[in-house]
């Protein structure tokens, strides 16, 4: 039996998205096969038709899958009303000048967080955990665990209970650990993300909230372990909360007036 149309659309949509993750090199059909949990020859086959219709692109050389130029065109149509992006350009870039770490700004969509900017500081040593277009779920790396704590109790109860991040992210990840960190989140005011992910690359983030006040948003800057020191660390997250604050209040004085 074919897929459903509900089906069909949730199989391209993962597929879109692993790419999205991985589009500044492009990737094979097996890491997309692989990222998505299809079958290759199904993978293919999505791939295949949604190429004829510009959606994705393919280099003739390597092979690798890259997305299309149609699906630019419609970004840029769609940019006019969800892109928020060059509201918050001047706040990644302050927070990169002034302390020399990278800063990023990364968006929730639906479980997980989108990075959308990254500008690196003057500091010669970089983390490359996060890049423009990486996704993470809720509760992984400092953005993702800075968005779910502001969220209800209730909606944090429901989303722990039905994700298991342990298998892909350690034991650091269960739902304990992760509670517990909401808990000195939300007392801090920002998320501090200690060398969780890659050891060593250190994260720490703020939430950008939407005119209704739900969390939508995050400014991050990352580094590696000996520039976040607890000494420091105050420091960094008044400047994160200080941006994010007055974010806030430029994309809901802008929400107000459309």
Do not use: C
């Given at each position: 039996?074919?897929?459903?149309?509900?089906?069909?659309?949730?199989k391209?949509?993962?597929?879109?998205?692993?790419?999205?993750?991985?589009?500044?090199?492009?990737?094979?059909?097996?890491?997309?096969?692989?990222?998505?949990?299809?079958?290759?020859?199904?993978?293919?086959?999505?791939?295949?038709?949604?190429?004829?219709?510009?959606?994705?692109?393919?280099?003739?050389?390597?092979?690798?899958?890259?997305?299309?130029?149609?699906?630019?065109?419609?970004?840029?149509?769609?940019?006019?009303?969800?892109?928020?992006?060059?509201?918050?350009?001047?706040?990644?870039?302050?927070?990169?000048?002034k302390t020399g770490e990278s800063a990023f700004f990364s968006a929730l969509r639906g479980e997980e967080t989108v990075c959308l900017l990254r500008e690196d500081g003057d500091f010669p040593i970089r983390s490359f955990v996060l890049y423009e277009g990486a996704r993470f779920p809720l509760g992984v790396v400092s953005a993702g665990l800075v968005l779910l704590a502001f969220h209800d109790d209730t909606d944090i109860d429901a989303y722990l209970d039905r994700t298991d991040l342990t298998a892909l992210w350690g034991p650091d990840h269960s739902p304990e650990a992760i509670r517990d960190r909401i808990a000195r989140t939300r007392h801090r005011g920002y998320a501090l993300n200690p060398g969780l992910v890659v050891e060593g690359s250190w994260g720490m983030a703020a939430a950008v909230f939407d005119h209704t006040g739900k969390p939508a948003w995050a400014l991050t800057l990352t580094g590696i372990e000996s520039r976040f020191k607890p000494t420091r660390q105050p420091e960094l997250g008044a400047l994160l909360l200080h941006e994010a604050h007055a974010l806030t209040r430029q994309l809901t004085t802008t929400a107000r007036t459309r």
């Open positions: 039996m074919s897929d459903g149309p509900n089906a069909l659309v949730s391209i949509g993962a597929v879109l998205r692993a790419l999205s993750a991985k589009n500044a090199a492009g990737a094979t059909t097996t890491d997309l096969a692989r990222d998505t949990g299809l079958p290759r020859p199904t993978a293919h086959r999505l791939l295949s038709s949604l190429a004829e219709e510009g959606f994705v692109d393919r280099d003739p050389r390597t092979g690798n899958w890259f997305l299309g130029p149609e699906l630019y065109l419609l970004g840029q149509t769609a940019g006019t009303r969800y892109d928020v992006t060059h509201h918050a350009r001047d706040s990644v870039h302050r927070l990169a000048a």
